[in-house]
């Protein structure tokens, strides 16, 4: 029996954004569960289409700018936040306010007041002299306000978080999204979301029971299967209802996987006509092969990890996986071997 692993995804927010709802910024780390770094994880904010790949530190980025891929100071001063530097602009001079205060408004220090001059500036945050926690950045330009969340002891990062004052005013904008967090061997984790900006909880990833594939909970769930116009072997549009949880590959096999088995297996085989435009590499999708090609594969990677093989047949003519045929095929689904799914 396989030894159930764990992969924990940790997402800090390193600050958050507040009244500033088109902006999406969410990090984090990925793990297992000897605290090892995870890449080539994929997390995925569902509705929001953001995307990232873990590196070899394990660390992903999802980041979305409604104002492109910058984060701009624009005339009228709105700040940035960038490491632990607050950033603005001036369009004429005035006078400035700067302080940093704990979350019950108390004020802990004044970085700056008095009048300044037209022109950009930056003041250190001095968020290393105190404890960590969450504390507030207040920032007055003549009669505009900001206001911003900050971390104390986790690394900053570049971002702008203009927020209306006064501090009771300061409100998350709810959203309804869902992140997915893939990673192959592992089952996937789905968690439901409320704002793009925020600490979530720790997400802990386990490993599937069958490797590189994930239990669907398709039993007495229902479609809609066939269509009113078409071919006729598609009429009618009728209820169909699953009688069992069935396992999928997440991904789709790979030129690598296909070709060291069915080299393996057959010693005519030859790759397919992989074409450099289509894209050529052994972590990349099989394709150029044909439907008997497929379940020839299947039965293969059946017999190597010790299922029954669904596919039967009389003979295999040509080159088995390229481009072969396959005479008198019969298809047997009460067995446990790999196959392609149907309709």
Same mark, same amino acid.
């Given at each position: 029996?396989?030894?159930?692993?764990?992969?924990?995804?940790?997402?800090?927010? @390193?600050?958050?954004?507040?009244?500033?709802?088109?902006?999406?910024?969410?990090?984090?780390?990925?793990?297992?569960?000897?605290?090892?770094?995870?890449?080539?994880?994929?997390?995925?904010? !569902?509705?929001?289409?953001?995307?990232?790949?873990? *590196?070899?530190?394990?660390?992903?980025?999802?980041?979305?700018?409604?104002?492109?891929?910058?984060?701009?100071? *624009?005339?009228?001063?709105?700040?940035?936040?960038?490491?632990?530097?607050?950033?603005?602009?001036?369009? /004429?001079?005035?006078?400035?306010?700067?302080?940093?205060?704990?979350?019950?408004?108390?004020?802990?220090?004044?970085?700056?007041?008095?009048?300044?001059?037209?022109?950009?500036?930056?003041?250190?945050?001095?968020?290393?002299?105190?404890?960590? %926690?969450?504390?507030?950045?207040?920032?007055?330009? %003549?009669?505009?306000?900001?206001?911003?969340?900050?971390?104390?002891?986790?690394?900053?990062?570049?971002?702008?978080?203009?927020?209306?004052?006064?501090?009771? @005013?300061?409100?998350?904008?709810?959203?309804?999204?869902?992140?997915?967090? &893939?990673?192959?061997?592992?089952?996937?984790?789905?968690?439901?979301?409320?704002?793009?900006?925020?600490?979530?909880?720790?997400?802990?990833?386990?490993?599937?029971?069958?490797?590189?594939?994930?239990?669907?909970?398709?039993?007495?769930?229902?479609?809609?299967?066939?269509?009113?116009?078409?071919?006729? &072997?598609?009429?009618?549009?009728?209820?169909?209802?699953?009688?069992?949880?069935?396992?999928?590959?997440?991904?789709?096999? &790979?030129? %690598?996987?296909?070709?060291?088995?069915?080299?393996?297996?057959?010693?005519?085989?030859?790759?397919?006509?992989?074409?450099?435009?289509?894209?050529?590499?052994?972590?990349?999708?099989?394709?150029? /092969?044909?439907?008997?090609?497929?379940?020839?594969?299947?039965?293969?990677?059946?017999?190597?990890?010790?299922?029954?093989?669904?596919?039967?047949?009389?003979? !295999?003519?040509?080159?088995?996986?390229?481009?072969?045929?396959?005479?008198?095929?019969?298809?047997?689904?009460?067995?446990?071997?790999?196959?392609?799914?149907?309709?």
């Amino acid at each position: 029996m396989k030894k159930t692993t764990m992969l924990t995804i940790s997402l800090t927010l @390193l600050c958050l954004v507040y009244g500033y709802s088109g902006n999406i910024n969410l990090k984090g780390r990925v793990v297992d569960e000897n605290d090892i770094a995870q890449n080539l994880a994929v997390v995925t904010l !569902l509705k929001a289409g953001v995307s990232d790949t873990t *590196n070899d530190n394990g660390e992903f980025h999802l980041q979305q700018l409604t104002t492109g891929n910058h984060l701009p100071v *624009n005339s009228f001063g709105q700040p940035e936040i960038i490491g632990g530097t607050v950033s603005f602009s001036l369009p /004429v001079a005035q006078q400035v306010s700067l302080v940093l205060l704990d979350m019950n408004g108390r004020v802990l220090k004044n970085i700056h007041q008095g009048v300044m001059q037209k022109g950009c500036h930056d003041f250190a945050i001095p968020l290393s002299d105190y404890a960590s %926690g969450i504390y507030l950045v207040k920032l007055q330009m %003549g009669t505009k306000s900001y206001i911003s969340k900050v971390y104390s002891g986790l690394s900053q990062t570049n971002y702008r978080y203009p927020v209306s004052d006064p501090p009771s @005013l300061l409100k998350v904008s709810v959203v309804n999204d869902t992140i997915i967090i &893939t990673k192959n061997g592992y089952d996937d984790k789905i968690v439901e979301v409320s704002a793009y900006v925020g600490g979530l909880p720790e997400i802990t990833l386990t490993r599937g029971s069958i490797e590189g594939m994930v239990l669907i909970p398709a039993k007495d769930k229902s479609f809609q299967m066939g269509s009113e116009e078409g071919d006729a &072997t598609e009429m009618p549009v009728h209820t169909v209802t699953f009688t069992r949880n069935f396992w999928m590959d997440k991904t789709e096999v &790979t030129q %690598g996987e296909y070709s060291k088995l069915m080299k393996e297996t057959y010693s005519k085989y030859f790759d397919p006509d992989w074409k450099t435009e289509f894209g050529i590499g052994p972590d990349l999708p099989v394709y150029e /092969v044909n439907w008997y090609d497929a379940v020839t594969y299947c039965n293969v990677l059946s017999k190597q990890d010790g299922f029954d093989t669904v596919y039967s047949y009389k003979e !295999l003519i040509r080159v088995p996986g390229n481009d072969g045929i396959i005479q008198g095929l019969v298809a047997d689904f009460s067995k446990n071997g790999y196959r392609l799914p149907t309709e």
